[in-house]
């Protein structure tokens, strides 16, 4: 919890005093579309649900046999599309119906960026997601998020097209012992 709570104060501390990361565009989209009004703000409350407090120390047997089809981001952003809710609202249909199910939303970017704003864009990416969860009803307690920023890219290309995919959430499942 302390090592994600410094990572974000250095990467609000760079921004704040004019240091943007290599890849940062100017605009309104340049913070994720927070100007945008369907914008949902996964920290609006004031915390970052899932850090730290509510980490299992046994999170259960994988779920193998389940998949779900990634949620695809916006170069430098953490704002979910509208296209994406489907993809998300089928997780939760899933969390639903299955009540011994907890889950990890894992965000991932693309290689361009900083290693340490890549950390923090996808830890924005996998709370967003997790937000969006719990607005629809999934118990906050069975949802945890993890970064792993740039270091598992699903194309290693280095084009728009390998970029697209790489800025994601993946889900893991887990069935409680």
Known sequence: MVHNRCL???VCVGLAAGCTPKHAKNGPDSLGGIDDPEFLDPFADGGRPGMGDNRWTDPGELVADVSFQAVSFGYDSYQIAPSEYGSIDVVAQYMRENGNIRLITEGHCDERGSREYNMALGENR???VRAYLINVGIDNDRIQTRSHG????IDFGHNESAWSLNRRVEFSLFRQR
């Open 126 to 128: 996998a709370q967003a």
């Open 8 to 10: 974000m104060l250095l």
């Open 150 to 153: 740039e270091e598992m890219p």
